[in-house]
């Protein structure tokens, strides 16, 4: 079997895990001896034990005289855990096959380098555009030093999101809102703008059967603090985490009585209307470790990450059904051919089906 086949494998494995290792990539790992697979692993919850060493104690002594295919270089340097190459080298793997360099600057080659000067055979480069999608958020936050915006908007057949302003209203069917839930899984934040939680006082949780402990963290949006402490959100913080992204404007009252209840306020610089700093919002969530948010409401919020060119990737979904004049534009004015139909987006795939509604998914050209 070719090298492709067995790294398609391996990115297979990494993808079960995403959006629930926290800093860490999700990675995939497969082992193969004389030509059978005898390991396959990916990345565990919270990004320990890593993939390789994962798939190596399956292995056992069929990893001697083995080959390793990785989906990410692996790591040459101590943190929590030993590095994995010390852990392939010791296991006596023969080869490794690896997609991608890990942007990492306490790896960045070296653990190639590592596995080369051990004697190991070491091929990379195999299915490294697919790789790079399945990793791209990671990628972005270690190359960009900003977190990957996904924005997921919602619409009717003539571009609305509510009825009217401030008032809730299902505007896609059920198959589509499971997919909205799945999307949560695979994120490691949910984001929304104050005028949001204030609207529809949401929970924003994964709540698929099975996958409450997939829902990542909530961020909201509130330069000023304005966020209910009645609300749903601050009443779950210590279940699920809530960090609220504010401007040294928030009054300080109103944030100890937050933290008290479990929620982290983090301060970002401001826009000179008095807004969030987005930009600088990304970048503070990717030096807490955040590298792929769910952009998910309201219709200011996603006006404004498209304006600010921050949104890497959109997935629409459509509903068939009008709403009429008065409801509430999907992205408060601008467009929805600002994306769909825009020169900086591209559409990633067909179009998919989800009951009578459909998906589509753009992502940035860059």
């Not at 926290?22 to 995939?28: A, K």
């Amino acid at each position: 079997m070719s090298d492709e086949i067995y790294m398609r494998q391996a990115v297979a494995a990494g993808r079960r895990q995403r959006g629930s290792t926290g800093e860490n990539p999700s990675v995939g790992c497969v082992i193969v001896s004389d030509g059978a697979t005898v390991a396959v692993a990916s990345t565990a919850p919270g990004g320990r034990p890593h993939a390789e060493t994962q798939a190596l104690a399956m292995a056992g002594e069929a990893a001697r005289g083995a080959t390793a295919f990785v989906t990410l270089e692996p790591c040459c340097h101590h943190g929590r855990t030993p590095p994995c190459v010390d852990a392939l080298i010791e296991a006596g793997i023969a080869r490794v096959v690896t997609a991608l360099d890990d942007p990492d600057p306490r790896v960045s080659g070296g653990g190639h380098n590592a596995l080369l000067d051990a004697g190991i055979d070491v091929t990379q480069g195999v299915l490294a555009d697919q790789v790079n999608w399945e990793l791209r958020a990671f990628l972005k936050r270690h190359i960009e030093k900003r977190a990957y915006v996904t924005l997921k908007l919602a619409v009717s057949a003539d571009g609305k999101i509510a009825a009217k302003p401030g008032e809730p209203t299902a505007i896609t069917g059920e198959a589509a809102r499971d997919r909205v839930h799945l999307l949560r899984a695979e994120v490691d934040a949910i984001l929304v703008g104050v005028s949001t939680v204030l609207a529809d006082d949401p929970d924003l949780t994964c709540r698929l059967p099975g996958m409450a402990d997939r829902s990542p963290v909530r961020i909201v949006s509130d330069s000023k603090l304005s966020i209910p402490l009645t609300s749903r959100l601050v009443g779950s913080a210590n279940d699920v985490p809530l960090w609220i992204m504010t401007t040294s404007a928030c009054a300080p009252d109103t944030r100890s009585a937050l933290e008290a209840r479990g929620v982290q306020v983090i301060e970002c610089g401001a826009t000179v209307d008095g807004k969030v700093d987005l930009d600088d919002m990304l970048v503070k969530l990717a030096d807490r470790g955040v590298s792929h948010v769910l952009a998910e409401g309201g219709a200011h919020m996603a006006r404004a990450l498209v304006e600010a060119d921050l949104v890497d990737e959109a997935v629409l979904l459509q509903a068939p059904k009008k709403v009429g004049p008065q409801g509430l534009a999907a992205m408060a004015g601008l467009p929805l051919d600002t994306i769909r139909a825009s020169a900086g987006f591209r559409q990633r795939g067909e179009s998919e089906s989800l009951g009578a509604d459909w998906l589509a998914k753009y992502v940035r050209v860059r």
